[in-house]
């Protein structure tokens, strides 16, 4: 064998090792943080708040500016129905209409089993939302804080579009555009419920790690998909270079 196609076979060998270490170091982080989550979910359970909760929430409410609140007012609006299932439904229609069916698909499983998520795990934990009589409240609402609804089905939603625009978009300006783009409700959407005293810092946390960890498992089905896709694809292809071939 040639010297050169020993040193690129070297180096296709350490780039696949570099990439196997990496995917099993995410497994890894994925399965820690979902621990996590239930580590907090438990303390949420029996804590109505924490300390630190208080501290950090009135700090937020006495240090965010007119105008970023009315960032934080449109932001919360995406997460509540109606107009959530309008937003997103849009999102998933015009990911199908495009031709992106297996996205627009998984996209919609990012929405609904985020939601769903919380719809199991907000009674089971039942956590009292902030009381009026310690920080700011906005708008009364049932139990439920923990998790973040909001902040669960903005990271989902919003990470998995991030995803697919890495790796779907070539044109570097319009990719690196539209990821940030898509990056802003995930940032800003923990701050504006902390703001408007709809949940602690501790239910946001919970939100991301929750939403982080339902953003893996639909990456993860997402490409299981592609691959079983490119398989049925490449089987139809070569039965009908055989057919072609015996005419």
């Not at 350490?14 to 170091?25: D, K, N, S, Y």
Request: proline share 5%.
């Amino acid at each position: 064998m040639k010297p050169r196609k020993i040193a690129e076979q070297t180096r296709e060998e350490v780039a696949a090792g570099a990439r196997e270490l990496l995917a099993h170091r995410y497994h890894i982080a994925v399965i820690v943080m979902a621990i996590a989550f239930g580590v907090l979910a438990l303390f949420a359970r029996t804590i109505a708040f924490f300390s630190i909760d208080l501290e950090l929430t009135r700090a937020i409410q006495g240090a965010s500016p007119a105008w970023l609140r009315g960032v934080f007012e449109a932001v919360t609006w995406i997460g509540f129905p109606p107009q959530s299932n309008v937003v997103f439904g849009a999102i998933v229609l015009g990911l199908l209409l495009t031709g992106y069916r297996l996205e627009g698909l998984m996209t919609a499983v990012a929405a609904i089993g985020s939601a769903g998520l919380w719809y199991l795990i907000a009674p089971l934990v039942d956590r009292p939302r902030p009381s009026p009589e310690l920080v700011d409240v906005a708008m009364q609402l049932p139990t439920g804080s923990f998790p973040s609804g909001h902040v669960v089905n903005l990271t989902a939603i919003f990470g998995f579009l991030i995803f697919l625009t890495l790796l779907l978009v070539s044109r570097g300006w319009l990719r690196r555009t539209l990821a940030l783009g898509a990056l802003v409700p995930i940032l800003t959407i923990g701050f504006a419920r902390i703001e408007d005293g709809a949940h602690w810092p501790s239910d946001v946390l919970g939100g991301y790690m929750l939403g982080c960890v339902w953003l893996a498992i639909t990456i993860q089905l997402y490409r299981w998909g592609r691959r079983r896709s490119s398989k049925r694809s490449g089987v139809f292809d070569r039965a009908r270079t055989v057919l072609s071939s015996n005419h």
